[in-house]
């Protein structure tokens, strides 16, 4: 499951440095959460930890993280598949989250990704159709 920054495009457009990331109002998972262990994971590599974040708030669950995207809270990390709940938004935008390597995954679980591959997909095509029609409009 690939992690993707997703935020209202006037919090998350500039964010494209590590300064940047620590700078940008951040919504985060609760701990314990799998995305916000992947997340830490991730920031580690990149030097720094979720106490270095402009951390905004904290919630429970997927749902209100998008909710609090939404009303432009701040950005947050979620999975692609998590953030095709809010793709069709024109006001939201979504980057890769360049932190995170590949995990080494299951037989079994590799099988079942590829079902999922074509979802992933269509998600991305979407998401560049989107942007594409965005710009042209204006």
């Known amino acids: 499951d690939e992690l993707v920054f997703v935020g209202k495009a006037n919090l998350l457009q500039d964010v494209s440095e590590i300064d940047d990331v620590v700078k940008a109002p951040w919504i985060i998972?609760?701990?314990g959460s799998g995305t916000r262990r992947a997340v830490e994971y991730g920031l580690i590599k990149a030097g720094i930890t979720i106490d270095d974040l402009n951390v905004r708030a904290c919630v429970a669950n997927t749902q209100g993280l998008l909710s609090l995207v939404r009303q432009g809270v701040g950005i947050t990390v979620t999975s692609i598949y998590a953030a095709?709940?809010?793709?069709y938004d024109p006001e939201i935008v979504i980057k890769k989250f360049p932190y995170t390597e590949p995990?080494?995954?299951?037989?079994n679980y590799l099988k079942k990704l590829k079902v999922h591959q074509s979802l992933l997909n269509q998600i991305l095509i979407i998401y560049n159709q989107r942007k594409a029609l965005a710009k042209q409009l204006g």
């Open 84 to 87: 095709k709940e809010i793709l």
């Open 103 to 107: 995990a080494k995954y299951s037989r």
């Open 29 to 31: 998972r609760e701990k």
